[in-house]
């Protein structure tokens, strides 16, 4: 005897079978465009009506596979080659997918599936194995905005129900990370990957297994490397923050390894590159921070140099983070005099005067932090500086008189007769070997090695240096 709730739940399965048995994908109907227009509306309206059906855990072994194959028909699918092969997703409008309107009612279909709480993973995993996952990772690479979006969702939702598919899911993102960074430097769902990976790592069980800190080290941070980083600097910062969050220890690595790909060309990623650190820096421990501030800091005092102002200033408002300031204060007696020389070198020279006005901050907070170090490294700054003077200026003279020197062996050269010509090139030959010399900071040679050339040009033992003639051995 037949029951009116069976009779009702068997009406409604096959209404759902007949909603779900949607015609394939619209790019694949090759008809008369009024009539596939027609069509297309039609299904549509279809669509939208089944989207509104919710799941009933009695039928739901014969709505999966129906949903598979009205997922795998309508929204896999070859995407289309890149047109213009200089598109800057920073500058361009991206290409939107002109089926958006239909594939939007499938991801939504499909999504309140996953959503549905009668969902029972240990049938899904049945229909949405590995090779469907895959498929849906080739998707992320579509230029539209608004399909990455979706298929972010759809996958983390996946991740989160069918445990087993996790380690493959990673595994995937890796690769596709991997051949990213060293092959094409092409991929448009870096970003939306990297913010599945975001809640992903938040979730790590401690401590971290060896496989997630090779995988920051060998993958994340390996992302900082190319052009496009601009792109998704966002979501790869907030990912290397949980990591640290996660496990302090891991800090070294990550500095050491941003401090490898500092950019040297680039202002903007350079800007970039130092909005994370700062990111760091406000969660970093104490003692990892004794660990990694020279080697930082020393990136910082060439930052802060930068004749680019927004690096420059960037740098330099990180004096403004009152914990950061406070890790300086604590550390000031080795932060000071790596950063005093170049500080006081902008205050004097840079040409953007709001730096300089930045610069006098930080030098302000120096004096407050260790009046008694300021004053050593200023009273010691001042006396190299004086001695570089008086070496330069010896230098300027030392080149005036070979100047002369040379003036008079061309003087010279211009009256003897042909018998001196070897002598002259001789003494030639000597100068340049005492203008090298010179140029290099050396010292000429010594007294006997000058008198064996003297005999051409005389002036030539007058130059000298500490009070040792230029010279040079006679060939034999």
């Given at each position: 005897m037949?029951?009116p709730s069976?009779n009702?739940?068997s009406?409604?399965a096959?209404?759902?079978n007949?909603k779900?048995?949607?015609?394939?994908?619209?790019t694949s109907?090759k008809v008369?465009?009024?009539v596939?227009r027609g069509?297309?509306k039609r299904k549509?309206?279809?669509?939208q009506?089944?989207s509104?059906?919710?799941?009933?855990?009695?039928?739901?072994?014969?709505?999966l596979?129906?949903?598979k194959g009205?997922v795998?028909?309508?929204?896999?699918?070859t995407?289309p080659?890149k047109d213009?092969p200089?598109?800057d997703?920073?500058?361009?409008?991206?290409?939107?997918?002109?089926?958006?309107p239909?594939l939007?009612?499938i991801?939504e279909f499909f999504l309140r599936?996953?959503?549905?709480?009668?969902f029972?993973?240990?049938v899904?995993?049945?229909?949405?194995?590995?090779?469907f996952?895959?498929k849906?990772?080739?998707l992320f690479?579509?230029?539209?905005p608004?399909?990455r979006?979706?298929?972010?969702t759809?996958?983390?939702r996946?991740?989160?129900?069918i445990l087993?598919?996790?380690?493959?899911?990673?595994?995937?993102i890796?690769h596709?990370?991997l051949r990213f960074?060293?092959?094409?430097?092409?991929?448009?769902?870096v970003?939306?990957?990297?913010e599945?990976l975001?809640?992903?790592i938040?979730?790590?069980?401690l401590?971290?297994?060896a496989?997630h800190?090779?995988?920051?080290?060998?993958v994340l941070?390996?992302?900082h490397?190319?052009?496009?980083?601009?792109?998704?600097?966002a979501?790869?910062?907030?990912c290397?923050?949980?990591f640290?969050?996660k496990?302090?220890?891991?800090?070294?690595?990550?500095?050491?390894a941003l401090i490898k790909y500092w950019p040297?060309?680039c202002s903007?990623?350079?800007v970039?590159?130092?909005?994370?650190?700062?990111?760091i820096?406000?969660?970093?421990?104490?003692?990892?921070?004794k660990?990694?501030?020279?080697?930082?800091f020393?990136?910082f005092a060439?930052?802060?140099?930068?004749?680019?102002?927004?690096v420059?200033?960037?740098?330099?408002?990180?004096?403004n983070?009152?914990?950061i300031?406070s890790?300086?204060?604590d550390?000031s007696e080795?932060?000071?005099?790596?950063?005093y020389?170049?500080l006081?070198?902008i205050?004097?020279e840079?040409?953007?005067?709001a730096?300089v006005s930045l610069?006098?901050?930080v030098?302000?907070?120096?004096?407050?932090?260790n009046?008694?170090?300021?004053?050593?490294?200023?009273?010691?700054?001042?006396?190299?500086r004086q001695?570089?003077?008086?070496k330069e200026?010896e230098?300027d003279?030392?080149w005036?008189?070979?100047?002369?020197?040379c003036?008079?062996?061309r003087h010279?050269d211009?009256?003897r007769?042909?018998?001196?010509?070897?002598?002259s090139s001789?003494?030639?030959?000597?100068v340049n070997?005492?203008a090298?010399?010179?140029?290099?900071?050396n010292?000429p040679?010594s007294?006997?090695?000058?008198?064996?050339?003297?005999?051409?040009i005389?002036?030539?033992n007058m130059?000298?240096v500490?009070s040792?003639?230029i010279s040079?051995?006679?060939?034999?």
């Amino acid at each position: 005897m037949t029951t009116p709730s069976s009779n009702a739940s068997s009406s409604n399965a096959s209404t759902t079978n007949n909603k779900l048995s949607a015609p394939s994908s619209p790019t694949s109907d090759k008809v008369d465009p009024f009539v596939r227009r027609g069509s297309l509306k039609r299904k549509q309206k279809k669509l939208q009506g089944s989207s509104r059906y919710k799941m009933n855990g009695e039928n739901e072994l014969e709505q999966l596979p129906l949903l598979k194959g009205v997922v795998a028909s309508n929204i896999f699918r070859t995407l289309p080659p890149k047109d213009n092969p200089d598109f800057d997703p920073e500058e361009d409008e991206p290409l939107l997918e002109a089926a958006w309107p239909h594939l939007q009612l499938i991801y939504e279909f499909f999504l309140r599936f996953l959503e549905s709480p009668d969902f029972q993973p240990a049938v899904g995993k049945r229909y949405i194995d590995q090779r469907f996952v895959l498929k849906l990772l080739d998707l992320f690479d579509s230029e539209d905005p608004r399909e990455r979006d979706s298929l972010k969702t759809v996958l983390h939702r996946i991740y989160g129900k069918i445990l087993g598919l996790r380690a493959f899911i990673r595994r995937q993102i890796n690769h596709i990370f991997l051949r990213f960074i060293y092959e094409t430097e092409q991929f448009n769902g870096v970003g939306e990957l990297l913010e599945i990976l975001g809640s992903i790592i938040n979730g790590f069980a401690l401590p971290l297994k060896a496989e997630h800190k090779v995988f920051l080290e060998k993958v994340l941070l390996p992302l900082h490397k190319p052009k496009c980083f601009n792109l998704y600097h966002a979501q790869l910062a907030y990912c290397i923050v949980q990591f640290i969050e996660k496990d302090p220890s891991l800090t070294e690595k990550v500095i050491t390894a941003l401090i490898k790909y500092w950019p040297k060309t680039c202002s903007q990623k350079e800007v970039m590159f130092l909005n994370e650190i700062e990111e760091i820096l406000d969660i970093i421990e104490p003692d990892q921070f004794k660990i990694v501030m020279q080697p930082l800091f020393r990136q910082f005092a060439k930052c802060v140099s930068s004749s680019h102002f927004q690096v420059a200033d960037r740098a330099l408002y990180l004096w403004n983070n009152e914990y950061i300031l406070s890790l300086i204060e604590d550390n000031s007696e080795v932060i000071m005099p790596i950063m005093y020389q170049p500080l006081y070198l902008i205050a004097k020279e840079h040409w953007n005067a709001a730096t300089v006005s930045l610069v006098y901050r930080v030098l302000k907070s120096f004096v407050e932090m260790n009046p008694a170090l300021f004053e050593e490294l200023t009273s010691s700054f001042k006396a190299e500086r004086q001695k570089e003077k008086k070496k330069e200026k010896e230098r300027d003279e030392l080149w005036k008189q070979l100047e002369a020197l040379c003036s008079r062996q061309r003087h010279v050269d211009g009256k003897r007769p042909s018998a001196c010509d070897g002598a002259s090139s001789e003494t030639g030959a000597n100068v340049n070997a005492a203008a090298a010399r010179l140029e290099k900071g050396n010292g000429p040679q010594s007294q006997a090695e000058t008198a064996e050339c003297s005999n051409p040009i005389p002036e030539l033992n007058m130059l000298t240096v500490d009070s040792s003639p230029i010279s040079k051995k006679k060939k034999p």
